[in-house]
């Protein structure tokens, strides 16, 4: 349990990393404090709004509204984030759900979620390179909504700084790394023989789940969906929802509490709405 609340700690400074090397990709500078209470505030807001992942994207904290970053700067550095968030569950679950495959005949249709995912990098890539090119779908924007042009020039315009691209990439991948540590250390705790195979599929899935869930950030269906995989893989059904338990513990509740704490510090009336 102590270690699982020490990789959260970590956790939480990779996701900060990852903002501050998003914003690095887009030219902009981006300390690690308020980096933490970016990912803090808007994991908590992802959890209230629909698609939560994505939408929580446009929050701004009040710090970053005062600083000297352009906002088009911030909206760059925030999909990026967003989407090597979603690239990196790609790379790791490659060579995972591969693997698994080949060994578990119940994992083959967990082959389908890496498709999609797959479908959605290449369409997000096909976006953007199309509105900074003003191809087919920047095209179609101006003449629906002439309007934006504007605006869609000033968010898609600028120079990708390789290094802090891959420094983000490599941020993502270790966050993909501390989630399987979660669900080792959650086997661990609960006493049972772990798997090292089943902690990796079972964080791939969920993490798949994640990514489409439309609400709530996938609870309950997380949860379950690791029940019945560890369920395949020998655990008992007590075993196999006390780990899950567990899991979401470290990956979910304790960041929760932490941006409950980053808004009670500089935003109690949207703490008290936001608790009940």
Request: charged share 10%; proline share 4%; net charge positive.
């Given at each position: 349990m102590?270690l699982g609340?020490l990789?959260?700690?970590i956790?939480i400074l990779?996701q900060a990393?990852?903002y501050?090397?998003?914003?690095r990709?887009?030219g902009a500078?981006?300390?690690?404090a308020?980096?933490?209470?970016l990912?803090l505030?808007?994991?908590?807001?992802?959890?209230?709004l629909p698609?939560?992942?994505?939408s929580?994207?446009a929050?701004?904290?009040?710090?970053?509204?005062?600083s000297?970053l352009h906002?088009?700067?911030i909206?760059?550095?925030?999909?990026?984030?967003?989407f090597?968030?979603i690239l990196?569950?790609?790379?790791v679950?490659i060579?995972?759900v591969?693997?698994?495959?080949?060994?578990?005949?119940?994992?083959?249709?967990?082959?389908w979620g890496?498709?999609?995912?797959c479908?959605?990098?290449?369409?997000?890539i096909w976006?953007?390179?199309s509105?900074?090119?003003?191809?087919?779908a920047?095209?179609?924007?101006?003449?629906?909504?002439?309007?934006?042009?504007?605006?869609?020039d000033?968010?898609?315009?600028?120079?990708?700084?390789f290094?802090?691209?891959m420094?983000t990439?490599?941020s993502?991948?270790?966050?993909?790394?501390?989630?399987i540590?979660h669900?080792?250390?959650?086997m661990?705790?609960?006493?049972?023989?772990?798997?090292?195979?089943?902690?990796?599929?079972?964080y791939?899935?969920?993490?798949?789940?994640l990514?489409?869930?439309?609400?709530?950030?996938?609870?309950g269906a997380?949860?379950?969906?690791l029940?019945f995989?560890?369920?395949?893989?020998g655990?008992?059904n007590?075993?196999?929802?006390?780990?899950?338990?567990?899991f979401?513990?470290f990956?979910?509740?304790?960041?929760?509490a932490?941006?409950?704490?980053a808004?009670?510090l500089?935003?109690?009336?949207l703490?008290l709405?936001?608790?009940?």
């Amino acid at each position: 349990m102590t270690l699982g609340i020490l990789v959260t700690v970590i956790y939480i400074l990779l996701q900060a990393a990852m903002y501050v090397f998003s914003f690095r990709s887009v030219g902009a500078m981006l300390d690690l404090a308020r980096s933490t209470e970016l990912f803090l505030k808007r994991n908590l807001l992802s959890v209230f709004l629909p698609a939560g992942g994505v939408s929580s994207l446009a929050y701004l904290p009040q710090s970053l509204r005062r600083s000297q970053l352009h906002k088009q700067q911030i909206h760059q550095a925030s999909g990026i984030y967003g989407f090597v968030g979603i690239l990196s569950v790609f790379l790791v679950g490659i060579p995972v759900v591969g693997y698994a495959m080949l060994h578990t005949r119940s994992m083959k249709d967990a082959a389908w979620g890496l498709t999609i995912i797959c479908l959605l990098l290449l369409g997000v890539i096909w976006l953007v390179r199309s509105m900074q090119l003003k191809g087919k779908a920047y095209g179609m924007l101006v003449k629906y909504f002439p309007g934006a042009a504007h605006q869609v020039d000033e968010i898609f315009t600028f120079r990708l700084s390789f290094p802090g691209f891959m420094n983000t990439v490599l941020s993502s991948v270790l966050i993909e790394v501390a989630g399987i540590a979660h669900l080792y250390l959650g086997m661990l705790a609960t006493g049972v023989t772990p798997s090292l195979e089943a902690a990796c599929v079972g964080y791939i899935v969920a993490t798949i789940f994640l990514i489409i869930s439309p609400f709530l950030r996938g609870l309950g269906a997380i949860e379950l969906s690791l029940a019945f995989i560890l369920s395949n893989y020998g655990y008992s059904n007590l075993q196999a929802l006390e780990i899950p338990l567990l899991f979401r513990l470290f990956e979910f509740w304790l960041p929760l509490a932490a941006g409950m704490i980053a808004f009670a510090l500089k935003g109690r009336e949207l703490v008290l709405r936001l608790l009940p």
